[in-house]
């Protein structure tokens, strides 16, 4: 009896393992499915407020809200003096705005730009100081802009129902305190000192570059004063599309005034805090509770949760592309 003889075993291959950058493409459409299964009681009523709203509004909220990433692109460019490669700058905007929604309000859009900007060959120290040039600029904008219409609208919001009585010396303490101890760990501590002296200098430097040169002094603070109007546009027009009874300059004042009063809360993207400050200040500008929820929920709804997904992929599209 004979044998046939068995074929030669080919050795193993070992299994084949996804890049990492790979694997960092797929980072923010999970999370964006975490974020939004978390959230899906929100999406479905923002969805049904949606339906009797009058859509030329609506329109107007989203042209307002693909403006802001405009805005953010040229406030950017406006922050660091070599010239950054446009598309990439915009995209980029349009992406950190998904990142942002995700991780605790502004490290997301922030991480992304620090790496951007290094990618395009600006030192980390450099773009560092960029972003904080960026971030001052953007805060001193939104801060003038809300002084500037409550002096010329002193009516606009109603501030009892907002600080009861009591509230304000504790809250002053705070930050009283919140003061003294970052002035303590500078005088304590000599390396935080020096990295804080050294970023500062830096920044300074930043600074005096961007400013000598009068189009990104332009870009610089034109952009910085058109994001938070393009915003408060994008909320007025939801406002006018649902009906609420509050003028269009209340409604800026309260959203300003509500951003503001939330800028320190660590949650992704304002996710929840930014809701019910909205929900406060509409109230406090005369606007019934239920029309004023309803806004905000369809307000958020057209500058979160619609960009959210296509901010995600084109997050994962950078990353893959080596932009970011």
């Known amino acids: 009896m004979t044998t046939l003889p068995l074929p030669p075993l080919s050795p193993l291959r070992p299994a084949r393992r996804l890049p990492v950058r790979h694997l960092l493409c797929l980072l923010p459409l999970v999370l964006v499915t975490v974020v939004a299964v978390r959230h899906r009681s929100v999406l479905v009523e923002g ?13 107007a909220a989203v042209g307002a809200t ?4 405009v805005a ?9 003096v070599e010239r950054l490669p446009g598309r990439r700058l915009l995209a980029t905007q349009f992406a950190a705005g998904a990142a942002n929604h995700l991780l605790p309000t502004g490290l997301g859009a922030s991480a992304v730009n620090l790496r951007f900007m290094t990618v395009c060959g600006v030192p980390l120290a450099r773009s560092s100081a960029a972003l904080a040039l960026y971030l001052l600029a953007e805060g001193v904008a939104r801060v003038g802009l809300l002084t500037v219409l409550l002096l010329v609208f002193p009516d606009a919001l109603r501030l009892d129902p ?32 020096s990295a804080v002296g050294s970023f500062l200098r830096t920044a300074l430097g930043e600074a005096r570059s961007v400013h000598r040169r009068p189009a990104r002094v332009l870009a610089l603070w034109g952009g910085s004063l058109a994001f938070p109007v393009l915003q ?11 009906g609420l009874p509050v003028p269009a300059a209340h409604m800026a004042v309260a959203y300003l005034a509500a951003t503001a009063a939330v800028a320190l809360v660590p949650t992704p993207g304002g996710i929840g805090s930014v809701e019910a400050a909205l929900v406060v200040a509409l109230v406090a500008a005369g606007g019934p509770v239920t029309v004023a929820t309803a806004v ?13 997904v296509p901010g995600a992929l084109t997050l994962g599209a950078l990353v893959r592309m080596k932009v970011i």
Do not use: K
């Open 232 to 242: 408060a546009a994008g909320l007025a027009a939801v406002g006018r599309a649902l």
């Open 47 to 59: 969805f049904a407020q949606l339906r009797r709203a009058e859509w030329p509004w609506l329109l």
């Open 296 to 308: 905000v929920l369809g307000y958020r709804i057209i500058t979160v949760w619609l960009p959210l």
């Open 66 to 69: 693909c403006l802001t990433w």
């Open 162 to 193: 907002l600080l009861p009585d009591g509230t304000l010396g504790p809250l002053l303490g705070a930050l009283g305190a919140v003061a003294l101890t970052a002035a303590g760990a500078l005088a304590l501590v000599p390396r935080l000192r």
């Open 72 to 80: 953010a692109a040229v406030t950017r460019q406006g922050a660091v």
